[in-house]
């Protein structure tokens, strides 16, 4: 983890737990949402940043094949890279729906706890959610004979897992979760490419 990153994760931590969780409006409350806005916005920048390194890194193992040949073995890594970009892809396009919807509540009011409880837990998009990051570390698992761990654990119980993630949450605060999310999906997308680009010799 980068330094940017690590400061501005532990800035939404921080920020996260200072706050109430009441819904009553009051200059402190009011601030705490304010910092958290910046600090959400400024980590899901450093995530973009992030994901656009493993898109190049894609990239130049590409190139490295290429540049040998195209051997058959390595022609396997890249398709394999290819598909774990691609799921990628695919996933953060389905976060980013749920992120535009969150995003929206929270400019209507930044608390919204009501607002945000409503979507993620009664609409059951938190289970939406939860149930795409674990299907897609399955497939990651399966595709790369990892054992990477799922981004939300089964605890065993309905909506226990997803209550401590969302429940009484401002929706800004539940954005900053997604981004979260995001970051530990890219932090497993980046062990597989730098893993493919070590058995490439791509550097």
Same mark, same amino acid.
């Given at each position: 983890?980068?330094?940017?990153?690590?400061?501005?994760?532990?800035?939404?931590?921080?920020?996260?737990?200072?706050?109430?969780?009441?819904?009553?409006?009051?200059?402190?409350?009011?601030?705490?949402?304010?910092?958290?806005?910046? /600090?959400?916005?400024?980590?899901?920048?450093?995530?973009?940043?992030?994901?656009?390194?493993?898109?190049?890194?894609?990239?130049?193992?590409?190139?490295?094949?290429?540049?040998?040949?195209?051997?058959?073995?390595?022609?396997?890594?890249?398709?394999?890279?290819?598909?774990?970009?691609?799921?990628?892809?695919?996933?953060?396009?389905?976060?980013?729906? /749920?992120?535009?919807?969150?995003?929206?509540?929270?400019?209507?009011?930044?608390?919204?706890?009501?607002?945000?409880?409503?979507?993620?837990?009664?609409?059951?998009?938190?289970?939406?959610?939860?149930?795409?990051?674990?299907?897609?570390?399955?497939?990651?698992?399966?595709?790369?004979?990892?054992?990477?761990?799922?981004?939300?654990?089964?605890?065993?119980?309905?909506?226990?897992?997803?209550?401590?993630?969302?429940?009484?949450?401002?929706?800004?605060?539940? /954005?900053?979760?997604?981004?979260?999310?995001?970051?530990?999906?890219?932090?497993?997308?980046?062990?597989?490419?730098?893993?493919?680009?070590?058995?490439?010799?791509?550097?």
């Amino acid at each position: 983890m980068n330094t940017r990153k690590f400061i501005i994760l532990t800035l939404l931590g921080l920020l996260t737990s200072c706050y109430p969780g009441d819904k009553k409006s009051n200059p402190s409350n009011d601030l705490i949402l304010e910092k958290m806005n910046y /600090v959400t916005t400024n980590f899901g920048e450093a995530v973009n940043d992030l994901r656009y390194e493993n898109k190049n890194l894609m990239k130049r193992i590409q190139q490295e094949v290429k540049n040998k040949g195209n051997r058959s073995v390595d022609l396997e890594i890249v398709e394999s890279g290819k598909k774990v970009i691609q799921m990628t892809d695919e996933l953060f396009s389905s976060l980013t729906e /749920v992120k535009s919807e969150l995003k929206g509540i929270s400019e209507q009011n930044l608390s919204s706890i009501d607002q945000q409880n409503n979507y993620m837990l009664t609409q059951r998009n938190g289970e939406r959610i939860k149930k795409l990051l674990n299907n897609y570390v399955n497939k990651l698992n399966d595709i790369t004979s990892n054992r990477f761990e799922h981004i939300i654990p089964e605890l065993g119980a309905e909506y226990n897992e997803l209550e401590l993630f969302f429940k009484n949450s401002p929706a800004i605060a539940s /954005v900053g979760t997604l981004i979260t999310f995001e970051n530990q999906i890219i932090t497993y997308e980046r062990s597989v490419l730098s893993k493919y680009a070590m058995l490439t010799g791509t550097r």
